[in-house]
Nanobody, 126 residues
Framework: VQLQASGGGLVQAGGSLRLSCVVS????????MGWFRRAPGKEREFVAS????????DYADSVKGRFTISRDDAKNSAYLEAGTLKPEDTAIYFC????????????????????WGQGTQVTVSS
């Protein structure tokens, strides 16, 4: 399984970006899709997660109400709509996939994710 993230870039504060993650390979094993980020000098942190069913989502408090995660299994893709961006959202954003027993599972913990993409840089200027 390979994950390819794209869509990052430079944007002014208050702007928005749409990040995409395309999955190739055994997509039957990518039950839970997640987005994480690593800001300069900081640890990687959870951003958002979506279940296989698409009915369950979870967000970090710092992005709740501003970011929206979605998936389109027909396109083997997951997305992160990042809105009302702030300079503190500047980071490398990674998409990841995990297996789950339930189609409604969502995960915050990075250790649950077994597949990772290479990351896409998001820079928000003030």
């Amino acid at each position: 399984v390979q994950l390819q993230a794209s869509g990052g870039g430079l944007v002014q504060a208050g702007g928005s970006l749409r990040l995409s993650c395309v999955v190739s390979g055994r997509t039957s094993t990518t039950d839970v899709m997640g987005w994480f980020r690593r800001a300069p000098g900081k640890e990687r942190e959870f951003v958002a997660s979506i279940s296989r069913s698409g009915s369950e989502t979870d967000y970090a408090d710092s992005v709740k109400g501003r970011f929206t995660i979605s998936r389109d299994d027909a396109k083997n893709s997951a997305y992160l709509e990042a809105g009302t961006l702030k300079p503190e959202d500047t980071a490398i954003y990674f998409c990841a996939a995990a297996r789950a027993a339930s189609i409604h599972s969502v995960y915050k913990q990075s250790w649950r994710y077994i597949y990772w993409g290479q990351g896409t840089q998001v820079t928000v200027s003030s």
